[in-house]
């Protein structure tokens, strides 16, 4: 089962920047599906930013143009690059990753998820 460990975060001014990682404690190569999730004080939890194994990438409007999802394989670390903060990106963020566990009935779904990072945008 692969565990994911966050690093990053915390008070940034407005218009700062600030990367999250999200370590896996194996490869990552063949996990076709990472991505990071917020959820803001009072809001439901949002999807930002997801990458596949091929490196498409997806945001949400929310983020896009601000935000970078990236991975590295080699170091089995997924990354969030955020730049041009606002206060509206306050938020305890969460990586993801999923896949399809091969069973003989049938493969499963399988997902794990990192343990939250507050960011908090903050002058």
């Known amino acids: 089962q692969v565990q994911l460990v966050q690093s990053g975060g915390g008070l940034v001014q407005p218009g700062g920047s600030l990367r999250l990682s999200c370590t896996a404690s194996g490869s990552i190569s063949s996990i076709p599906a990472m991505g990071w999730y917020r959820q803001a004080p009072g809001k439901s939890r949002e999807s930002i930013a997801g990458?596949?194994?091929?490196?498409?990438?997806t945001y949400a409007d929310s983020v896009k143009g601000r935000f970078t999802i990236s991975r590295d394989n080699a170091k089995n670390t997924l990354y969030l690059q955020m730049t041009h903060l606002v206060p509206e990106d306050t938020a305890v963020y969460s990586c993801?990753?999923?896949?399809?566990?091969?069973?003989?009935?049938?493969?499963?779904?399988?997902?794990?998820w990192g343990q939250g990072t507050l960011v908090t945008v903050s002058s």
């Open positions: 993801y990753a999923a896949w399809l566990e091969p069973d003989p009935r049938g493969d499963r779904y399988r997902e794990a």
């Open positions: 990458i596949r194994s091929g490196e498409t990438t």
